[in-house]
């Protein structure tokens, strides 16, 4: 009696449940963008629209608090009863007729792709896994069609070929540029460039072509975006680059690095967080050193997606640099055969296929582990183009794949994720990366809080034990990064420390390594971790600075800690029990 009396005006269950049922429907086929269907059954059509006018779903307008209860009763029962009517099949109201569109899909048919030619046995391995070797399975995200179709790539690298067979039919001349010489054509100037060229066919070569290679997003478009690496370099040509047509170019791959450690760079950091404000995802290679990969500047920031390498063989490749602000990682040389991918045309390039001149299987490095990445987010873009690098950071935190169980320094956080200084959240999958950007609908507003600039002043004893501060913070928003600036005094060695934070859950992240090289150019440096991603950072944290290594006392001048979460979501009407209603907070986990 009181139920109905509420409900203003009244409306059969039948008809809640037709509502519900609809409703459901229209959500299924919301998270399945590309799929197009018959016509609407008319009848339900029209009824749907009848009824839209009969509720006014969001105009309330001088119905008051008995209406707007109404209706959130109505609904609470309409969408559980019309689910259950709308357990079978969506096609039974859209697929009535037999003219009807379906998605296509992709193969490459590109013979490279394969292998079986002198030079490249097992053709481009990382991607279709041939010989068991590792790769980024991405055949099911093809199979959708998902192939980077309307995302833009922008190549940061020593050249672009515009004419390159693989690469012309996705090349964009109007959002291309050469900063080294200032024109719009990032064609090769010098002999030695070629670096690019190879960059881009990992990237985004054409496929399904029948020629070459293919790309991990073979219809992605493709921008020359030419620095030079010689005598003329500057600092802000690179920067320039980083932020150049972001309205168009939404993700950009910067295979290249700083050899050295601790070399302070800002307007790389500037330059980073600019475009990935305004929307554009770069990916950066974590570098070839051998060494701490948070120890160089454009990598360290949080803003980019910074890439180890895996070899064939399933183990971190010996060269890929490793640290804590590593997020994730892709297949490249090492343990088994080089990548194979788009060459210099002509004598130029690195060769090795016999007959495919323009063609290298000798590609490799942290420089072809990236733009497998870059690759990879474009195809997330095309699933989801509403992410920004926060919400792409999410989705291949949650699918990325943990290998080499056996390596010592996995470690599961206090949210639950795996996390490997040398492979980040692990080996992307292209396919799931693709599945899961689909129905995700974006992380919720950043927040940030953290210590402000903390005093030490403490002398670091030479080769001797720790020196520990703790530090309370007092949010429960679950972290996303942290970002810790350690000063030290001028006379101090960087390479000499071990610098080490522990969360109130007990997870420990390594910033700092001993017995490496870097003195740096700079008293400070901000350090970022992806270690902590989803734990709430409530309760005492630890920081310890450890000299490992004999010759230098410095002082351990100040830190710093600034956390960077998620914002809680607002609250979200749920049906606990039948009569029972319950305001429940959306909470999203990490994928099995």
Partial sequence: MLLSSLVVPL?????LCQLGKLAVVDSRLSKQPGKQYGRWNERLYEMRNARKQDFEFFGFKGKGLFWTASVVLALVVAVPAGALWAQGPVHELYNEDSAKYVRTSFTPNDPLYTGGQSGNTYGQWHLNGNNGYSHINVAGAWANDYTGTGVTIGIVDD??????????????????WDFGQNDSDPNPVYSADQHGISVAGVAAGRGGNGVGITGVAPHASLAGLRCSFGANQTEQMFANATTYRTDVIKVKNHSYGIAASYVSNPTIVTANRTAAAAGCVNVRAAGNDSANANAKTAQADRTAIAVAALGANGVAASYSNFGANVFVTAPSN????????????GSSGYGGITGHPDYTNAFGGTSSASPTVAGTV?????ANSNLDVR???HVLANTSVKFDTGHSAWQTNGAGYEFNPYYGFGLIDATAAVNYALSYAGPAAEVSFGTGQQTVNQTIPDAGSAVSRTFTITDTNRLESIELDIGLSSNAYWGDYDILLTSPSGTTS????????????STTWEFSSAEFWG???NGQWTVSVQDIWAGYTGTWNSFEFTGYAEAPEPATMSLLAIGGLALLRRRRRKAA
């Fill in 159 to 176: 050249c672009f070929e515009t004419a390159h067979p693989d690469l012309a039919p996705n090349y964009v001349a109007g959002v291309s």
């Fill in 535 to 537: 734990e709430n950072p």
């Fill in 510 to 521: 390594k910033l700092g390594y001993g017995l490496t090289t870097g003195q740096g150019d």
């Fill in 378 to 382: 474009a195809l997330i873009l095309q």
């Fill in 391 to 393: 919400g792409v950071k």
């Fill in 334 to 345: 090492g343990g088994g055969p080089g990548i194979t991918t788009t060459d210099r045309t």
């Fill in 11 to 15: 409306v059969s269950l039948a008809d």
